[in-house]
């Protein structure tokens, strides 16, 4: 028997961050790419310390949540958008 299916909504959590890495990674944010990608491929595992570790990158200075892109403010607006939903999904899974 194979690994249990994983729930939409974690799902749709696990996509959002995809789409959160990606545009962080094409403006030259590795670093906070790679601490979501960790937070994927736990999630990816069906674990819900997930979301710990996600909320884990808010909240203080310099946090994800700080983040502005050397960007168009397109970009910014792109990344503000997809940030607030992936961590509207994380609330709902917690």
Request: charged share 30%.
């Amino acid at each position: 028997m194979g690994p249990k299916p994983l729930h939409p909504d974690v799902l749709e959590f696990i996509s959002s961050l995809r789409k959160l890495e990606a545009i962080l990674a094409k403006h030259d944010q590795e670093f906070w790419a790679e601490k979501l990608s960790r937070g994927r491929q736990v999630a990816e595992k069906s674990d819900g310390y997930n979301v710990q570790l996600f909320e884990g990158l808010f909240g203080c200075m310099g946090s994800l949540s700080d983040l502005i892109l050397d960007a168009p403010t397109s970009a910014n607006i792109e990344l503000a958008e997809e940030r607030t939903r992936a961590y509207e999904l994380a609330q709902a899974l917690k």
